[in-house]
């Protein structure tokens, strides 16, 4: 089982960029596709980013898609959300998942918090001028 940990979220002004880092416990880390989701209160849990355990493919949420790039580690056992031009309605909890090791799926399971075994406690960040 992979057990993630978030870090790098903050204050953050708009237009800004910002990279929040995913650190994942586990050797099935490299057989694992992993995601980053985001909350607000209130509203659902948003699929933002996903990523096989290649590295290959990637999946954005449409709410993200062209302003964030997703990209892992599998040496140091990290993901990475690259976040640019920062909007004030990015202020969020943001959650990184661990699927079931070796599990995939098309883009309507991958975007869906039930394909994901294992979540972080989340890390904010607070969009502000």
């Known amino acids: 089982q992979v057990q993630p940990v978030e870090s790098g979220g903050g204050l953050v002004r708009p237009g800004d960029s910002l990279t929040l880092t995913c650190t994942a416990s586990?050797?099935?880390?490299?057989?694992?596709?992993m995601a980053w989701f985001r909350q607000v209160p209130g509203k659902e849990r948003e699929f933002g980013a996903s990523?096989?355990?290649?590295?290959?493919?990637?999946n954005y949420g449409d709410s993200m898609k062209g302003r964030v790039i997703i990209s892992r580690d599998n040496d140091k056992g990290t993901v990475y959300l690259h976040m640019h031009t920062i909007l004030p309605e990015d202020t969020a909890l943001y959650y990184c998942a661990a699927a079931r090791p070796h599990h995939i799926g098309d883009y309507d399971e991958i975007s869906r918090r039930e394909f994901y075994e294992t979540w972080g406690q989340g890390t904010q960040v607070i969009v502000s001028s």
């Open positions: 586990g050797r099935a880390f490299a057989s694992t596709v």
């Open positions: 990523i096989d355990w290649s590295g290959v493919y990637t």
